[in-house]
């Protein structure tokens, strides 16, 4: 079984900077992809950023030049650096785990980040 337990998330003044972890346990080997996804309240859930074990990079174009991912394969850790949020990035951040098939994937419970204007 794999566990994904994601931190970090709080209360922002809009143009402040956050970083969120996610920490992976049990048998993740498999599991090469690495995201961050965001759901605001009355939305659909939408991709903000992946990261393969490879270190290639795929972001939202909406987040793209504010927010980094980045990985730590031997520590089973991935990360979200956001900067110059706005009110818009307020949402509940998941972490998602799948392998390239993407034929299943697991999820963490999220972590909340409100940004204030």
């Known amino acids: 079984q794999v566990q994904l337990v994601e931190s970090g998330g709080d209360l922002v003044q809009a143009g402040g900077s956050l970083r969120l972890s996610c920490a992976a346990s049990?048998?993740?080997?498999?599991?090469?992809?690495m995201g961050w996804y965001r759901q605001a309240p009355g939305k659909r859930r939408e991709l903000v950023a992946t990261i393969t074990s490879a270190g290639m990079t795929n972001y939202a174009d909406s987040v793209k030049g504010r927010f980094t991912i980045s990985r730590d394969n031997a520590k089973r850790m991935v990360y979200l650096e956001m900067n110059s949020l706005e009110p818009e990035d307020t949402a509940v951040y998941y972490c998602k785990a799948e392998p390239p098939s993407r034929a299943y994937w697991y999820w963490g419970q999220g972590t909340q980040v409100t940004v204030s204007s």
């Open positions: 049990g048998n993740i080997f498999s599991l090469d992809i």
